[in-house]
């Protein structure tokens, strides 16, 4: 059974298994590897808006924490071995900190894609203080 709030069929989000375990889809599940890969993005690169497009009609905070940091785990892990050479985890903040700084005191709600680059950016550092070498900080 998927998750009520999850992505309409063809489209990007995330959804539970029968399991209770979190259902990353498969073009997100990409995004996500190529995240999380040894090869560096730039800033400008398009993945950065599509990874955080990838969920715009899930909201992250509606998933148990526990339950998207296992779902995210082999993503952190990589995250952690790549991240001294690529900076990936210090681009995605600053990309969640463009979002943000785009929220209007006046909006009734803060844009989900907002909100979720805040969660997901939340469990890679929660991961990287928790299981990251020392030197997973070095250039963030």
């Not at 996500?32 to 990838?54: I, N, V």
């Not at 050479?85 to 979002?99: E, F, G, M, N």
Request: net charge neutral; proline share 6%; hydrophobic share 45%.
């Amino acid at each position: 059974a998927h998750h009520p709030l999850a992505a309409a069929s063809g489209t990007m989000g995330a959804g539970f298994s029968s399991s209770g375990g979190l259902e990353i889809p498969e073009e997100t599940g990409s995004l996500l590897a190529s995240f999380a890969s040894p090869a560096t993005r730039a800033h400008s690169d398009p993945l950065w808006a599509s990874l955080l497009a990838s969920c715009d009609d899930a909201p992250l905070a509606s998933i148990d924490p526990r339950r998207l940091e296992r779902a995210l785990r082999p993503t952190c892990v990589a995250l952690c071995r790549h991240n001294r050479k690529t900076s990936h985890l210090t681009t995605l903040l600053l990309h969640a900190a463009r979002l943000l700084r785009a929220v209007r005191a006046d909006q009734a709600e803060t844009p989900t894609r907002a909100v979720n680059a805040v969660v997901f950016a939340t469990a890679l550092l929660k991961h990287l203080v928790e299981f990251g070498d020392d030197g997973a900080f070095a250039e963030v």
